[in-house]
């Protein structure tokens, strides 16, 4: 909260940041829509710079697959529903391992817009590009994955006549539950 009304003030009196502090503030992972739009007013040309810097040095060290999620992290943070169209536009022509590690990126600025695409890609023929479409539609309770696993969970609930749930999962999972992520393990 100090933050957010400390770059307010910076943003509303035409500041910028102090530009020792602006290392330390782009490393921060910061959540919040508003305070990163003010983040950005407030670091200024020396701020913009950097962080491309950052940017760039940080692409030349990754692995290929950290590489391809940070790419994906950049575009999607400046333009989250062009960055889910292009990447379902490209989708077909990307190696699984691709496609999970691009996945990860639209955890930035998630939201139901994205669930039909990402309803989509729980149809996948790989597991982990499955999964990793499942791990973000666990995250948008209206999901239709979520009311799915719900609507499976309900019939294993019950209330006991000391007030306490109970859950009893059945013996075998349904073999639906494996589009929407879930497995049965060996434990």
């Not at 913009?48 to 950290?66: D, E, F, G, K, N």
């Not at 889910?84 to 989708?91: C, M, N, S």
């Not at 999964?131 to 009311?147: D, F, H, I, K």
Request: glycine share 2%; net charge negative; proline share 8%.
């Amino acid at each position: 909260e100090a933050l957010r009304e400390y770059l307010y003030l910076l943003v509303k009196y035409q500041q910028t940041l102090p530009p020792e502090r602006i290392p330390d503030l782009l490393a921060l992972d910061i959540h919040h829509e508003t305070t990163r739009q003010l983040l950005e007013k407030a670091i200024g040309p020396r701020g913009h710079w950097l962080r491309a810097q950052q940017q760039a040095s940080r692409q030349r060290v990754l692995s290929p697959m950290a590489a391809v999620t940070a790419h994906w992290r950049s575009l999607r943070e400046e333009q989250p529903a062009d960055t889910r169209l292009l990447l379902a536009a490209q989708w077909s022509d990307m190696p699984p391992a691709e496609r999970s590690a691009a996945l990860t990126s639209m955890e930035t600025g998630l939201s139901m817009d994205d669930e039909p695409w990402l309803e989509s890609c729980l149809d996948d023929p790989r597991k982990e590009v499955r999964v990793a479409a499942a791990n973000l539609l666990r995250q948008l309770p209206e999901s239709r994955c979520c009311l799915r696993i719900f609507d499976r969970l309900a019939p294993c609930l019950s209330l006991s006549g000391n007030s306490t749930w109970q859950l009893l999962l059945p013996a075998q999972l349904p073999k639906e539950s494996e589009r929407d992520g879930i497995y049965p393990t060996d434990s």
